[in-house]
């Protein structure tokens, strides 16, 4: 077993940076991390053993303890949940014979939830190591687990059909379906692969890269929405020996899984983007970070880095262009969320803990190993080497005038094409219903949890409202009297995930629900704000939705959720929004709940108080001491 | 002018508070030119007989007893003064919070290294005991508390000066020094 | 090169030094702003959020933010003053916070803020967390109870390799902070006490050493943290 180790730390020249690289190896040797093993990988990379526990405990697929032979990670999604999730839950815990959290006694399967697993148009759906097994339903649980009992491995244990286009590639084998519902110009299927490297970088400086992507005013596809061009401009300017771009591919939000459909159909196009801005940049080192959810991923893209080497697409002097060296390396991840804001994503690439870095400086300043760094979303990268080969004034045909371009639409919940929709920007959310057909919507969430909720009550006031200033959007939920409000960076902006949710669903009890549990358990912890309050105000919805609120628990919660602001990062600042701007704007739903009359409520139960020192003492209590 | 009522009690305290209460030393007698006491330990009266002005709490709720207690003095008085940690954030008694209650008493009575002579093992079982709660409550999470005046014991001048303010109806002034929480 | 730069907090002008941090430059020119995780020495990273302030109307923490010349820092503003002390409440319902019967009471950085800031009880319900005490290195008591995560620890105590004998284990609302097993048993005296003076609260305590200063001669028993900075 020492061995096993040494050889693992000697693979990353017992680089502490490689720390990531040598926790996922272990687990495919052990399925955990033995005591050990971090004694072992102390004295091999010079860290304190609870600096390496530290690593290990922040991810949620790495483990201390023994896993299963079989771990299956069931997605938790509200849209998962809308579709069945407790049945199949609970038919896992049958078939499996443990619950979850915990491994079964002949420690075959270990079952655990987790967050957003970008399948949500496939929901539910599960990993089972490192294979993706969607559209589960309590039937498809009972065989699938009969089989893993028969001693089939998951990969045989896909008995329907593997899914369409490259989920069907060998090195993939997939389970999962791309549902591409409408294609424009980055879902093109014609384009010629590499072209803009092969041919066109050449006649350009890196100069006149940058102008083109800066002219076309191209925003950061992620969410935030910054201004490519000028991230690339910033990236270039700083003096250092290196310089790093780094892919994002860390999709997390809920609601969105466009990224995963651009690398599994347009790994190449992505690629070639990150080449386009190591060119434009003067980058050398390219980093793919891979949630560890698109695991399925890994063989094939790097199949498709070998061939690019091969082709001399990547090392040195790029297709022909001298001194041009830049080469791309991906790196997983292992379960956080938070990994998608670039700074924590680069803490987590030099082995750490997920945690946001305060800024300044920023990323492009000082980033992956103090190198200036430029973070590039999966989509803004494959927008680049349209934006490129098109010319920016092409780009800027498509969209609105303060939103240029497509963008794609991850759609999911309640309608009947849940899927990929590349749209202009200016589309409207009715238009977005219409596509996915669905009918009777009450709500739907634009831009995944962080988003805020928006009803036809409040839209009047929006911008004057005093409240609103803290809830600068990020997404939305928006009430059916909106519909017509438009995709846009100065109206609706989003990363793409569409959430829709019909009017049978309980907006409270089920969404914002399912929305608070995302946020608690994806805190990285480090701000004492959002490590505390989310669960402390879901601790007061309950309360009100069990029908002992008052009218001052809600200002009580929309006066807390300030507070959250001030956390370092868009996770914690975000981590409230599901309840503050629901309240802003759906708040008869929250009045229905409480009292209306009463000042106070304690929840407080005398007799169930009690109940456990009754029956240690074996008597009932009397009550007449006042 | 009508002299306001008081009433105080104790409830999982130590007295503490209600001796850091007579700590106003000489101000006592300035005291009763204002007030009137009824149901408190101070001048032994059991029962409310009257509706009272402020009623001062000592002690968080450990107990059923403690919870009528402070449910009465909740309907009894206009405004409820929490008095010491233990009434605020439940105090020492709270270190038990997180401990069940089978181990509590466990320790308490039966397998505690300071438990003698109790072969039988015995748990204190008198149906006149009031029951324990399954975790001391700060007195807010139970009724509405009006003022809090923080301190293990709370310091007489910071007891002195919120009587005053409150039978007074002035504004009460803070100095640095007597607010503290030991 | 002048490196001398000019700017504001709450109107009041404050001179300071290029690359300084606007609690430093605060701190220099007299003006007080509560910290909790940033520690003098060590490399600020904002956790705790104590310190923030307002810029054109962005939140910020200023023990990570340099000062910029023109600057206008919002400080001592009512919004901000009760973000701070809702901070303090949140530190005290989501630990155990008995500080009647903790060794660090008086002396202890995040009571001084709640008597600052008159903390009477905080507006959160109490959590009571359920907590562990490590007391097994031979010098010191780690207790989890008390614990606010400020990272202190992490970054100021490390061995000569630049080892740490702290570090966070988990996430979110169970993240903790503990204490190398093996190499805690080889701490030094010395290194033991820092590691006591260097946590704000009363979460690491050097054995044998509690309660040793009598009530009234604490720190803060008599002034409030930070006067000793405002002028």
């Known amino acids: 077993m020492k061995n096993e180790i040494i050889t693992i730390t000697s693979k990353y020249q017992d680089d502490r940076h490689r720390l990531m690289d040598i926790l996922i190896d272990i687990h495919d040797l052990y399925g955990y991390v033995s005591e050990a093993d971090i004694e072992l990988l102390s004295e091999r990379l010079g860290m304190s053993e609870v600096e390496i526990n530290e690593t290990i405990t922040f991810y949620h697929f790495f483990s ?35 619950t979850f959290g915990s491994v079964s006694q002949d420690g075959m399967f270990g079952l655990y939830s987790t967050s957003c697993i970008g399948m949500n148009d496939q929901g539910p759906s599960a990993i089972i190591n490192d294979k993706v097994f969607t559209n589960l339903t309590t039937y498809r649980v009972m065989k699938l687990v009969a089989d893993l009992k028969s001693g089939k491995s998951p990969d045989e244990a896909i008995y329907e059909s593997t899914g369409d286009g490259n989920n069907s590639d060998p090195y993939v084998r997939a389970m999962v379906f791309n549902n591409i ?26 100069e006149e890269i940058i102008d083109i992507v800066e002219n076309s005013n191209l925003r950061g596809r992620g969410g935030a929405g910054f201004p490519t061009g000028l991230k690339w401009h910033f990236g ?29 159909e ?3 196009l992505v690629f070639e983007g990150m080449v386009i801005a190591a060119y434009a940049t003067g980058a050398d080192i390219g980093l793919v970070y891979l949630r560890y959810e698109y695991r399925y991923l890994y063989k094939f893209l790097n199949h498709i880095l070998d061939k690019m080497r091969k082709e ?39 082995g750490k803990r997920g945690e946001p870095r305060d800024k300044p400086p920023f990323p492009v300043e000082k980033g992956y190993l103090n190198y200036p760094t430029i973070v590039n979303n999966v989509e803004t990268l494959a927008t680049t080497v349209r934006i490129v080969k098109n010319g ?17 639409l991850s759609v999911s919940g309640d309608c009947k094409f849940p899927g990929i929709y590349e749209v202009e920007w200016g589309t409207s959310i009715r238009e977005v219903i219409e596509m996915s057909g669905a009918d009777d919507v009450q709500a739907v969430q634009v831009g995944g949890p962080s988003g805020v909720m928006i009803s036809v009550k409040d839209i009047d006031d929006l911008g004057t409202t005093e409240l609103m200033k803290w809830y600068k959007p990020s997404g939305m939920m928006v009430a059916q009297k909106t519909f017509d409000r438009k995709l846009s960076y100065s109206d609706l902006p989003t990363g793409g995930s569409i959430m829709i949710f019909n009017n049978k669903r309980d907006l409270l009890k089920e969404v914002v629900m399912n929305f608070m549990d995302f946020f608690i358990e994806e805190s990285c912890g480090s701000c004492s704000t959002c490590r505390n309050l989310p669960f402390i105000m879901k601790q007061k919805l309950q309360k009100i939705l069990d029908g002992h609120g008052v009218r001052k628990d809600i200002d009580d919660l929309l006066s807390w959720g300030k507070i959250i602001k001030i956390s370092r990062c868009g996770l914690g600042q975000t981590s409230a929004n599901p309840i503050v ?3 802003l704007n759906f708040r008869y739903l929250y009045e229905q709940h409480v009292k209306a009359m009463a000042d106070f409520d304690n929840v407080f139960d005398l007799e169930k108080s009690v109940e456990a020192a009754n029956s240690f003492v074996g008597r009932k209590a009397n009550f007449h001491h006042a | 002018m009508n002299k306001k009522i008081i009433a105080t009690t104790s409830l999982a305290g130590c007295f503490g508070c209600h001796m850091s209460f007579l700590d106003i030393d000489e101000r006592i007698f300035d005291l009763i030119e204002l007030v009137e006491f009824n149901k408190s330990p101070i001048d032994d009266i059991k029962k409310f007989t009257k509706q009272v002005d402020i009623g001062i709490i000592e002690g968080g709720c450990c ?37 069940s209650i089978e181990e509590c008493l466990e320790e308490a009575y039966i397998g505690g290294p300071t438990v003698q002579e109790n072969t039988n093992k015995i748990l204190p079982n008198d149906d006149e005991l009031p029951m324990l709660l399954d975790k001391v409550y700060p007195c807010h999470e139970i009724v509405k508390i009006d003022y809090f005046l923080p301190g293990c014991a709370p310091r007489a001048d910071l007891i002195w000066d919120a009587l005053i303010a409150l039978v007074t109806g002035n504004e009460m002034e803070l100095p640095y020094e007597v607010v503290k929480f030991d | 090169m002048n490196t001398t730069i000019k700017f504001k907090i709450d109107g009041r002008e404050i001179i300071a030094e290029k690359g300084q941090t606007i609690v430093e430059a605060a701190k220099a020119n007299g003006v007080y702003i509560p910290t909790l995780c940033n520690f003098e020495g060590l490399p600020p990273k904002g956790c705790c959020r104590m310190c923030t302030i307002r810029i054109s109307n962005r939140y910020m923490t200023s023990c990570t933010t340099p000062v910029a010349e023109g600057m206008e820092v919002e400080s001592d503003i009512p919004e901000i003053t009760d973000f701070r002390k809702g901070i303090v409440e949140l530190l005290f319902v989501s630990g155990n916070h008995f500080c009647p019967a903790c060794e660090k009471s008086g002396n202890c950085e995040l009571q001084a803020l709640a008597y600052r800031f008159k903390m009477m009880v905080p507006r959160f319900p109490f959590l009571f967390p359920q907590k562990g005490i490590d007391a097994t290195n031979p010098k010191i008591i780690k207790e989890q109870n008390r614990c606010i995560l400020c990272k202190r620890c992490i970054k100021g105590i490390k061995d000569d390799e630049g080892r740490s004998y702290f570090a966070y284990k988990n996430r979110g609302n169970k993240l903790e902070v503990v204490l190398d097993e093996k190499m805690g048993k080889e701490i030094t005296d010395a290194l033991a006490r820092k590691a006591m003076d260097n946590c704000p609260v009363g979460s690491i305590i050097y054995k044998e050493l509690g309660y040793y200063q009598p009530i009234g001669k604490r720190k803060y028993d008599k002034k409030p943290i930070g006067s000793e900075i405002e002028i």
């Open chain 1, 266 to 268: 347009f790994p190449d």
């Open chain 2, 63 to 99: 107990n059923s007893e403690n919870i009528e207690i402070l449910k009465a003095f909740r309907e009894n008085c206009n405004i409820l003064v929490s008095l010491g940690e233990c009434a605020i954030m439940g105090g020492l008694p709270a270190l038990r919070n997180g401990i």
């Open chain 1, 64 to 98: 201390r303890t023994p896993r299963g032979q079989f771990n299956i990670f069931l997605n938790n999604s509200i849209t998962a949940c809308m579709r069945g999730h407790d049945l199949v839950k609970k038919a896992l815990e049958e078939a499996c014979g443990t």
């Open chain 1, 581 to 583: 701007s629901s309240i």
């Open chain 1, 181 to 206: 519902r409408k294609r424009m110009v980055i879902l093109d299927k014609d384009h010629i692969k590499f072209e803009v490297v092969r041919s066109l970088l050449k006649g350009h400086s890196p």
């Open chain 1, 392 to 408: 920016a004034d092409w780009f800027k045909g498509f969209g609105t005038k303060d939103s240029l371009g497509t963008k794609l």
């Open chain 1, 236 to 264: 270039r300017r700083v003096e250092s020996e290196h310089r790093v771009i780094i892919c994002n591919a860390d999709e997390g939000e809920p609601g969105t899984f466009k990224d995963r459909v651009l690398l599994t």
């Open chain 1, 312 to 350: 001399g697409l990547l090392g040195k002097n790029i297709a022909g262009i001298k001194e041009f060296n830049f080469d791309i390396r991906i790196q997983l991840g292992a379960g956080a969320y938070v990994c998608g804001e670039e700074s924590a994503l680069i803490e987590s690439l030099e």
